[in-house]
Every structure is written in structure tokens, then in C-alpha cells.
């Protein structure tokens, strides 16, 4: 198992721009999660799903957008870079059962200049 | 509301135990985790708690008690490896999707 993978690992944006961080798990996990980190900070939700085709708001979703059409992928698309929205973003799967620990990508860092 | 408090950073001197203390203030309770993240990288797992109690996993060790809102994470026989960020989070009972509400972490710096 490759567990959690992210893409790009790195960008930088201009103000205005557009892109979408990949998130794909091949553990058959329903839920996956959103965070970003600031710097010196903990992680915040940005956005959750707990399966195929459904998604929900977490603390922070303002600027994102998120969809779900498979169990494996979970992208986060951001519309109009600004900013505010340069952080580090991980994805997370959660296991299905009672503990469900959640186990992270390895980030993507985004600059937005 | 929720909040989770941990101290902002922590020295330690290499072989010896340290205690990271965690406590939390939340609606309700599903369990609390903790997390290690060094420099640059992904969270990764330690240690789950959801009853009372001490749960043991060789140099680490993580302690509950949900009457007083507190938990503690042990790191005995510290390395230099062990420098890193050490987060609590406790789940919200309250969210069907088990989100995790995470403190702002602990900065532990091992010397030699």
C-alpha cells in the first residue's frame, strides 16, 4: 500500500490563479479529510468526506472547494489564490472502525504571491 | 466551544524522560490522540486514548483522565531523533465524520 499520496508537493501561485492538490488513498477508507498548517500552528479543517459523493465544511472552508466521486481520491480545489492561503496542506484517510486514526500525506507546501 | 491547550515548546537533555501535558476543554469527549511531526514532514500517529488510564508503546507512553480534561505524553530514554513537534488532538463527538480538533503542538528539543 502506497497509503496517502499528494501532488504537487510544492507550488507557488500568482494572486487570482487557480489549481486543485491531488489526495488519492488505496486503503479503502471512507472518510478523508482537508487540514492546513500556518506556520507554528496545529492543523485546521478545511473540508471532510465520509464517503463517495458526500462532503462537508470544517472550520476554515472559505476559498475551497472539494468533491468526491470515488473512495480512492479526495481533491481540494482553490478558485482564486490569495494570499491568505499560502500553508502547508495535508490530506488524511481515516481507518473505518471505532479508533479510527487518521494517517496524513506527506503535504503539499503553497506559496501565493 | 472546543479548546486544547499545550505548552508552546519544551528542552530536554538526551536519555532523559520528558512530559508533554495536553488538556482540553470540549463538549463532549471520543478520544484523544497524539501525533509526531517532524520538521518539514506529515503527522504521524503515536498514541490513541480513549479510556482512563496509561496506554504503554515502548520509549513512548500516553496518559488520560477524563474527569479532569488531561492528558500526558511520556518520552522516556529521549533521543535526538525525538526533536520534533508533538500534537494532541481530541475527536469531536458531536461530527458524524470524527473530525479531529488538534492544539497548536509542543516544540521539544532534545540536547545533547
Known amino acids: 500500500n502506497a497509503g496517502v499520496t499528494q501532488t504537487p508537493k510544492f507550488r507557488i501561485l500568482k494572486i487570482g490563479q487557480s489549481m486543485t492538490l491531488q489526495c488519492t488513498q488505496d486503503m479503502n477508507h471512507n472518510y478523508m479529510y482537508w487540514y492546513r498548517q500556518d506556520p507554528g500552528m496545529g492543523l485546521k479543517l478545511i473540508y471532510y468526506?465520509?464517503?463517495?459523493?458526500?462532503?462537508d465544511k470544517g472550520e476554515v472552508p472559505n476559498g475551497y472547494n472539494v468533491s468526491r466521486s470515488t473512495t480512492e481520491d479526495f481533491p481540494l480545489r482553490l478558485e482564486l489564490a490569495a494570499p491568505s492561503q499560502t500553508s502547508v496542506y495535508f490530506c488524511?484517510?481515516?481507518?473505518?472502525?471505532?479508533?479510527?486514526?487518521?494517517?496524513f500525506g506527506p503535504g503539499t507546501r503553497l506559496l501565493v504571491l | 466551544g472546543q479548546n486544547i491547550d499545550q505548552p508552546t515548546e519544551m528542552t530536554a537533555t538526551e536519555g532523559a524522560i520528558v512530559q508533554i501535558n495536553c488538556t482540553y476543554q470540549?463538549?463532549?469527549?471520543?478520544?484523544l490522540f497524539w501525533y509526531q511531526q517532524h520538521a518539514g514532514e506529515a503527522p504521524t500517529f503515536l498514541s490513541y486514548n480513549v479510556l482512563d488510564g496509561l496506554e504503554e508503546k515502548g520509549r513512548f507512553s500516553s496518559f488520560l483522565s477524563r474527569s479532569k480534561g488531561y492528558s500526558y505524553l511520556l518520552l522516556k530514554e529521549l533521543q535526538m531523533k525525538d526533536s520534533a513537534s508533538y500534537l494532541c488532538?481530541?475527536?469531536?463527538?458531536?461530527?458524524?465524520?470524527?473530525?479531529?480538533?488538534f492544539g497548536q503542538g509542543t516544540e521539544l528539543s532534545v540536547k545533547p
Open positions: 470540549t463538549s463532549g469527549f471520543n478520544g
Open positions: 488524511a484517510s481515516r481507518v473505518n472502525g471505532v479508533e479510527g486514526t487518521q494517517y
Open positions: 468526506s465520509v464517503g463517495a459523493g458526500i462532503t
Open positions: 488532538a481530541v475527536r469531536d463527538p458531536h461530527n458524524q465524520g470524527g473530525k479531529l480538533i
